[in-house]
């Protein structure tokens, strides 16, 4: 079975600040993985994928994420924020075709 | 292609009433899955579908929801009756083999 632990609810930064949201996967075959990004009233938008290629994975606007199998952690980053960047971030696992969320980070970037 | 297509954007309707929420698909896509989302209880997978055949619907809260794929281009969840905790956001997402899924807009349910 699949599932996602996504370690804390809500994460607040400066504007220029390292953005960091973690993310814990469980899957009983090589996963993939993903992160998706919503704002409010709005669907969610995918920011970038693990199909298990280069381990290192580089989305849109600057965010990238790493997948340690060792540590089976798929972490999102970001250098420096943007307050456009303020919204709710989700980490998903599919395996065997089921597409699993974890419960999303909501990220609050302040001037 | 237009994205995946929910409709209706938003629905009220009233308690006991049966609603119905429909969703096309990306043209292609071989996988299709139902989610609600709400404020206590995040996202939840409620069905997916493969190849218009129901794969898992253990997400399904209720015997009260019913999800059907009768073509690889349409397909709907209904709510029979309906009650002031389904209100939440429903999401339909669509996605090819072995990649990421693309999400419609979600359709918003309010049940008074």
């Known amino acids: 079975a699949q599932s996602v632990t996504q370690l804390g609810s809500h994460v607040s930064v400066s504007e220029g600040a390292l953005v960091l949201l973690r993310c814990n996967y469980s899957s009983s075959v090589p996963p993939y993985l993903f992160w998706y990004v919503q704002y409010p009233n709005q669907g969610l938008q995918l920011l970038l994928k693990y199909t298990s290629a280069a381990t290192l994975v580089k989305g849109i606007n600057d965010f990238e994420a790493e997948f340690k199998k060792s540590e089976t952690s798929f972490h999102l980053t970001k250098p420096s924020a943007h307050m456009s960047d303020a919204a709710e971030y989700f980490c998903a696992v599919k395996g065997f075709q089921k597409l699993v969320f974890g419960t999303g980070t909501r990220l609050l970037v302040s001037p | 292609d237009a994205g995946v297509i929910q409709s209706p954007r938003h629905e009220v309707t009233e308690m006991g009433q049966e609603v119905t929420l429909r969703c096309k698909p990306i043209?292609?896509?071989?996988?299709l899955f139902w989610y609600r989302q709400t404020m206590m209880r995040g996202l939840e997978l409620l069905i997916y579908?493969?190849?218009?055949?129901?794969?898992?619907d253990s997400g399904m809260p209720e015997d009260r929801f019913s999800a059907k794929m009768p073509n690889a281009s349409f397909s709907t969840l209904k709510i029979q009756p309906s009650e002031p905790r389904d209100s939440a956001v429903y999401f339909c997402?669509?996605?090819?083999?072995?990649?990421?899924?693309?999400f419609g807009q979600g359709t918003r349910l309010t049940v008074v």
């Open positions: 579908f493969n190849n218009n055949v129901p794969i898992d």
């Open positions: 043209s292609g896509h071989n996988s």
């Open positions: 997402a669509s996605s090819p083999r072995d990649t990421e899924a693309f």
